[in-house]
Every structure is written in C-alpha cells, then in structure tokens.
C-alpha cells in the first residue's frame, strides 16, 4: 500500500462549481498534513496545512479524519485559476514524537476548470 | 522576502558525466532538503540538512549522489557518474524549523526545481 494515495483525475469542472479531493494515508502515527498546489513545470506551492480537525482560507477547506487516515479538500466557486495538480503531503512523526522532516508525497489530483 | 532559488534550470548531460546542482534556502532558513521528482512517479525526499549538518539522508538512491552543504548556506547536490534513471526534476526547499512540534515553523517552501535530462 502506497504512503499516501489520491485519486489521479483528472477532475474537469466548470466555473462555480464545488470540487472536492480525497486523500488516504497509511502511518497512524503522522503528524501534520498538507495540501500543495502544483502548476505545469512549475514548483509545489503550500496551499493548505493542517495540524488539527481542519483549516478553511476563503473558498478552500481542508479536512483531518485520524480515525480513518483521510484528509479532504473541498475547492467552492471553482475558478479558471484553480486550474492545477493539488498534492496531499504527509509528515511523519519523528523519533522523539515531533514531525520528521521529510514529507511524504502522493502523485497528485489534477484538476481542470473550464469555462 | 526572496525565495528559493536553484540553478541551473535545465542540465541535459550524457551518461557517465557529472551534473552539480545548486539551491539558495530562503534566507535564515536552517533547514533545507532536497526532494525528486522522476517521470511517472510522486515526488520523493532525499535528504534533509540543518544547518551544514545532514540530519536525514535516508533517502539518498545511493553513493552516485553526494550533498554538501558547507557553512551552512547554500547546498550543492552532485551526480557522479550521471546515470539514464537519474533524470528527473531535483527540488530544493527551506524551512525555519524541521524536526518537532508540528507548527506553520515547519513548513516548507519549494524552489522551482532542475530539469535534469540525462541522455
């Protein structure tokens, strides 16, 4: 079983609708959750993290399930903009029980609005 | 505030040669990892500095692969010899902190990475 698993895509939305991405992890023990957004050749850029239950920033709102290992992003009034690749990124937790550095990737949903 | 930055963009090279990639961490940021992307697959770690120490290099493919990240300042990450499955896509990120308490004092932040073709 993959460290973290997405479902590929790609969504095709139009403008205004709600899209929302899945997320599953495998380590129990992980620490803090992030979501990336992943332009064509372009760097990942932290969209979202989430220490807690969740986090919400405008018209994105991030979800933490720990009983389940499951982590959501739900995009509302999608715009042409969002069009992108948006990575679920896991930190683990490290050998005295803070986050490790390393963050553990999954391949990523792309996304694709159209008008 | 500047970012990361990295160079070169692109490297395209022949087997058996040597490719040095360069990262600048954001200023002040202590730590800096390296990650890749290869064709097809998710982005993986390959090692984490602190300052000019490795504190992680679990990651590492194997002894082709050399970091060094003197004074701690900027990093070189080198390919000698340069094989065909190392191209890829070799981001640098920084962060204040890297280990401990899971806070927004740990986020990373990404440069925009070397294409690196090796032919």
């Known amino acids: 079983r993959k460290e973290v698993e997405q479902d590929p895509g790609p969504f095709n939305v139009p403008e205004g609708a709600t899209v929302a991405f899945n997320c599953t992890y495998s380590n129990s023990a992980s620490q803090s959750f992030f979501w990336y957004r992943q332009d064509c050749r372009k760097e990942p850029k932290l969209l979202m993290s989430v220490y807690s239950s969740g986090n919400e920033d405008g018209r994105f709102t991030a979800q933490l399930n720990r009983a389940s290992q499951y982590i959501s992003l739900l995009i509302r009034d999608s715009k042409l903009s969002d069009s992108a690749t948006y990575l679920c990124v896991v930190n683990p937790k490290g050998t005295y029980g803070g986050s490790q550095g390393n963050l553990i990737f999954g391949k990523g949903t792309k996304l694709s609005v159209k008008p | ?119």
Not at chain 2, 36 to 56: A, N, Y
Request: one cysteine or more; glycine letters at 10%; proline letters at 4%.
């Open chain 2, 1 to 119: 505030e500047a970012g990361v930055t990295q160079f070169p963009s692109h490297s395209v090279i022949e087997k058996g040669q040597t490719v040095t990639l360069r990262c600048d961490p954001i200023s002040g940021h202590d730590n800096l990892y390296w990650y890749r992307r290869v064709m097809g697959k998710e982005i993986k770690f390959l090692l984490h500095f602190v300052k000019e120490s490795k504190q992680d290099e679990s990651g590492m493919p194997n002894n082709r692969f050399l970091a060094e990240r003197t004074g701690g300042t900027y990093s070189t990450l080198k390919v000698q010899p340069a094989e065909l499955e190392d191209s890829g896509v070799y981001f640098c990120a920084s962060s204040q902190g890297g280990v401990g308490a899971a806070s927004s004092y740990n986020e990373q932040f990404f440069g925009p990475g070397t294409r690196l073709t090796v032919l």
